[in-house]
């Protein structure tokens, strides 16, 4: 993955909205509806595939284009969320890595996909 400036896109973000007078519409509650419908539309991209469908969907550019819009609009999303709540990304996102190393120690949870209230029964 490549390096991502995310003061520089969150700056793009707020003045796209800006010139746009969008802030208005931009309340948390509706940021994060528009949100759920945005990743609801990323999960539509894979709601019928199998497994092995949704594996080499990366190798259609057709496929892997409507995947990266989506992607961007979840993105973005995201970011006017984090901005509008004042929220440190960076430290959150540290903080709940550490809080899932926690949920989820190596030797109980590696290799598989059992909810961290399962792995000690």
Do not use: C
């Amino acid at each position: 993955m490549k390096n991502i400036d995310l003061i520089k896109v969150n700056a793009l973000i707020e003045e796209f909205i800006a010139q746009r007078d969008w802030d208005q519409f931009h309340s948390l509650k509706n940021l994060v509806m528009a949100l759920s419908v945005e990743s609801s539309e990323l999960l539509e991209i894979f709601q019928w595939l199998t497994e092995e469908e949704s594996r080499s969907l990366k190798d259609d550019p057709v496929k892997k284009q409507r995947l990266e819009e989506e992607v961007a609009d979840v993105f973005v999303y995201l970011m006017r969320i984090v901005s509008k709540a004042d929220i440190n990304l960076e430290e959150v996102v540290l903080r709940k890595i550490s809080a899932n190393a926690e949920k989820y120690p190596v030797e109980l949870s590696r290799g598989k996909a059992t909810k961290y209230k399962d792995l000690l029964k």
